[in-house]
């Protein structure tokens, strides 16, 4: 079941702290995004990106950041100054053109 | 901004009776729309698009312009429907997607 991997499947950490998810894709996608998922408010866009070194903020981008310095690999930060961390994390790609997105399993942060 | 709308958090139905999970979306021009499932355990992926106009797993779903509305329908529900759904459209380079439908079948 390759395709989009993350890591890990459940990530604990004080509050406080600044925190990295891990997204890796081999379908040689050039497009990647990073989404939020919380119960009633369905998935919300933070970041994405269409090519390798290149970002753009999504819906709530505000206390995330972002790299994209390989096509294969796009982490994503959760620092210290997004307010309600705790949550599900999922990464996507997708070819160009095509908007079907491949969904990665997910992350659940929790912040304490 | 473009928005899309499912009304309900959770729709509950009984094997064999008709299943429609509503869709309503706000968009100026011409939209192309999806509809992704999330079944226990599993990861997120895409059931349908407006566009290919196939049933998959028997369902369908209509693009209504004049209600701005995809409806999803299945004539007969099955167990192994019971999942997550979520209505989406394309924005620009970027999908919206609404806030989900948990659909429960019952035996």
């Known amino acids: 079941d390759g395709g989009i991997t993350q890591s890990p499947k459940y990530l604990f950490r004080k509050e406080g702290q600044n925190v990295t998810l891990s997204c890796e894709q081999n379908l040689n996608h050039d497009a990647m995004y990073w989404y939020r998922q919380d119960p009633g408010q369905g998935l919300r866009l933070i970041y994405y990106?269409?090519?390798?070194?290149?970002?753009q903020k999504g819906d709530i981008a505000e206390g995330y950041s972002v790299s994209r310095e390989k096509k294969e690999s796009f982490p994503l930060t959760v620092t210290s100054a997004q307010k309600n961390p705790t949550a599900f994390y999922l990464c996507?790609?997708?070819?160009?053109?095509?908007?079907?997105?491949?969904f990665g399993p997910g992350t659940r942060l929790t912040v304490t | 901004a473009q928005r899309v709308t499912q009304p309900e958090k959770l729709l509950s139905v009984f094997k064999g009776a008709p299943v429609e999970l509503k869709c309503n979306y706000s968009?100026?021009?011409?939209?192309?729309l999806f509809w992704y499932v999330q079944y226990s355990r599993q990861r997120l992926q895409l059931l349908l698009r407006h566009i290919s106009r196939e049933s998959i797993k028997g369902f369908t779903a209509d693009l209504n312009k004049g209600e701005t509305s995809f409806h999803l329908k299945k004539p007969f529900a099955q167990e192994e429907d019971s999942a997550m759904y979520y209505c989406?459209?394309?924005?620009?380079?970027?999908?919206?997607f609404g806030a989900g439908t948990i659909l429960r079948v019952k035996s």
């Open positions: 968009y100026s021009g011409s939209p192309e």
């Open positions: 989406a459209l394309i924005d620009g380079n970027k999908l919206v």
């Open positions: 996507a790609s997708s070819q160009p053109g095509s908007y079907e997105q491949y």
């Open positions: 990106s269409q090519i390798v070194n290149d970002f």
